[in-house]
């Protein structure tokens, strides 16, 4: 193939399920413009940058079992649908679950303010 002829896909972003969890299969599907190994190398990166976590792998027969994968923050309702789904959950997942500390202190009593305007000298 001539090189002037080459189509450059260099610049094609991914699409991301909105699903809780995803394989790279549903990846595939949602992205069928890319090569297979192009969407492997993007979602490494996008764990790498923090965007994707790995959250488990589904049970299989013969062969290595697919891997799942999940937006971050992870909530802690997605890890309890991939229990009920059977997806054998990664070591200490509970690091994976983002928790927010919430805490109810009242704020100090603040005065109001009142602004006065400054008069402005008349001109002529």
Same mark, same amino acid.
């Given at each position: 193939?001539?090189?002037?002829?080459?189509?450059? !896909?260099? =610049?094609?972003?991914?699409?991301?399920?909105?699903?809780?969890?995803?394989? /790279?299969?549903?990846?595939?599907?949602? =992205?069928?413009?890319?090569?297979? /190994?192009?969407?492997?190398?993007? &979602?490494? =990166?996008? %764990?790498?940058? +923090?965007?994707?976590?790995? %959250?488990?792998? &589904?049970? +299989? +027969? !013969? +062969?290595?079992?697919? !891997?799942? #994968?999940? &937006?971050? $923050?992870?909530? !802690? &309702?997605? #890890?309890?649908? @991939?229990?009920?789904?059977? %997806?054998?959950?990664?070591?200490?997942?509970?690091?994976? %679950?983002?928790?927010?500390?919430?805490?109810?202190?009242?704020?100090? @009593?603040?005065? $109001?303010?009142? =602004?006065?305007?400054?008069?402005?000298?008349?001109?002529?």
């Amino acid at each position: 193939m001539k090189q002037n002829t080459r189509k450059n !896909k260099t =610049n094609q972003s991914v699409v991301w399920p909105t699903t809780p969890y995803f394989t /790279i299969e549903e990846l595939h599907r949602l =992205n069928p413009k890319f090569v297979n /190994i192009t969407l492997r190398v993007r &979602l490494t =990166n996008a %764990i790498e940058d +923090g965007m994707i976590a790995e %959250i488990g792998c &589904l049970p +299989g +027969g !013969k +062969g290595r079992p697919p !891997k799942v #994968f999940s &937006l971050t $923050p992870v909530s !802690k &309702l997605t #890890f309890e649908k @991939a229990k009920q789904d059977n %997806i054998n959950l990664v070591d200490n997942y509970e690091k994976l %679950i983002n928790v927010i500390s919430v805490t109810t202190t009242v704020p100090a @009593a603040v005065t $109001p303010s009142v =602004n006065t305007p400054t008069p402005v000298p008349a001109t002529k």
